[in-house]
């Protein structure tokens, strides 16, 4: 597949997908997703009962997911969480304020792109009105309403950009 018009964060996304031969949304959420990535990426994965977080203790990479959340949040912060073991390094919370927040909205576009990738969303027929084409996203990808709602927002905006490039 031709990724040549993708950024290198929605790259990156690809790389991911394909080393796991994923390439239709269907394939993205399943029961063993997590366990596979996190095998495939060396990640320890724990499930417990405070906010999600991810750490490096010794040079072993860990994520922990609260599990009382849906199973769509407990995705959502999983990629969030991954974004930081492939992006940043340190202790985050002896980080300077500014820059804590950076990594955070780093995260957070990583989550969005890694959850609903846009190599599958430039592919799919949406619904013409706002709200139809939301829960689409929500159903497809298996995420909650409110993300697919930002992430459909960030992508119309890209899609926008895009085609006034081109003019």
């Known amino acids: 597949m031709k990724t040549s018009y993708l ?3 929605e790259e990156k996304v690809f790389s991911i997908y394909d080393s796991l031969k994923i390439s239709e949304p269907a394939q993205i959420y399943h029961a ?3 366990e596979d990535l996190s095998t495939m990426l060396k990640i ?3 499930y417990f009962d405070e906010p999600s977080e991810a750490n490096n203790l010794g040079g072993v990479y860990r994520i922990f997911l609260n599990e009382n959340q849906s199973k769509q949040a407990i995705w959502q912060d999983f990629a969030h969480e991954l974004a930081h073991i492939l992006r940043h390094e340190g ?3 002896s ?6 927040e950076y990594q955070e909205w780093q995260a957070e576009q ?3 792109h890694f959850c609903i990738p846009t190599f599958m969303l430039n592919h799919l027929e949406l619904p013409r009105l706002k709200c139809e084409a939301v829960g689409f996203i929500a159903t497809l990808f298996n995420v909650e309403p409110t993300f697919a ?3 459909l ?3 119309l905006l890209n899609q926008e950009v895009f085609y006034l490039n081109r003019l």
């Open 44 to 46: 320890k994965i724990y």
């Open 149 to 151: 709602d930002a992430r």
């Open 91 to 93: 202790y985050q919370w």
């Open 110 to 112: 990583f989550a969005f």
């Open 95 to 100: 980080m300077n304020k500014p820059f804590r």
């Open 32 to 34: 063993n997703l997590i």
């Open 7 to 9: 950024s290198p964060l």
């Open 153 to 155: 927002e960030k992508w």
